[in-house]
């Protein structure tokens, strides 16, 4: 089975400065993808990264980046530069790369407040 | 625009009721889902469906029951059997296709039990 850890505490943050979001994963399939969603206060998710099991190199989106690490099974979101509109709830995700079963799982999530 | 409706927004059930959630997307995605969310707890998997007239069972599916009579709808049903139906449910579909597709959500819908 999969599963999707995140257990941070509330992570503050100063506006302008980067900040890293923990994730580690856990699963006995060679090829899966991650990924991370963003959800503020009105509740819409928000697809942020990607990143493929297979990829050699760490995802990146403007100021979002993946520190994607295959051995320790982790896959922690950086992001560079912090602005005020980044507070929100952050979860990572995981997919199975079955053609069957396309189930996302997702952790717990991880509240981030950026201070002004 | 393309995109996924949720409706309503915010819903209110008695207890004992049956009451549908609806989610319409005109993205011309097979695959749909829904999710709820409590407090602390992320986003768990109630039902999803890959294709017209078929669906399978998520993590959490007693107490709700869906259908998929067209690919642009996905109704949640909860049903007076889920004994804790107060949660934020969300509705997501994706083009079923590599893994690397995202899902795309609705803005959800608040259901309180009074």
């Known amino acids: 089975a999969q599963k999707i850890t995140q257990t941070q505490p509330g992570m503050f943050v100063q506006e302008k400065e980067a900040v890293t979001l923990d994730c580690t994963y856990d699963?006995?399939?060679?090829?899966?993808?991650l990924f991370w969603y963003k959800q503020p206060s009105s509740g819409e998710m928000i697809f942020l990264i990607y990143q493929g099991s297979y990829d050699q190199q760490n995802a990146t989106e403007g100021r979002y980046s993946l520190n994607f690490q295959k051995a320790r099974k982790s896959a922690n979101l950086v992001i560079s530069a912090s602005q005020l509109g980044d507070s929100a709830m952050y979860f990572c995700?995981?997919?199975?790369?079955?053609?069957?079963?396309?189930?996302?799982?997702f952790g717990k999530g991880i509240t981030l407040s950026v201070r002004p | 625009d393309g995109g996924i409706t949720q409706s309503p927004k915010y819903l209110f059930r008695k207890e004992g009721q049956n009451v549908t959630l609806s989610c319409e997307q005109n993205?011309?995605?097979?695959?749909m889902y829904w999710y709820r969310q409590d407090p602390g707890q992320g986003l768990r998997l109630i039902y999803y469906?890959?294709?017209?007239?078929?669906?399978q069972k998520g993590d959490i599916a007693e107490g709700y029951s869906v259908s998929r009579e067209k690919k642009e709808s996905f109704p949640l049903t909860v049903t007076s059997a889920q004994k804790n139906p107060t949660a934020f449910y969300l509705c997501?579909?994706?083009?079923?296709?590599?893994?690397?597709?995202?899902?795309?959500f609705g803005q959800g819908t608040r259901l309180t039990v009074v």
């Open positions: 469906s890959q294709i017209v007239n078929d669906f």
């Open positions: 699963t006995s399939d060679p090829s899966y993808g």
């Open positions: 995700a995981m997919r199975r790369d079955t053609g069957a079963n396309s189930k996302l799982t």
């Open positions: 997501a579909s994706r083009y079923r296709g590599p893994v690397n597709t995202e899902a795309f």
């Open positions: 993205l011309n995605h097979d695959a």
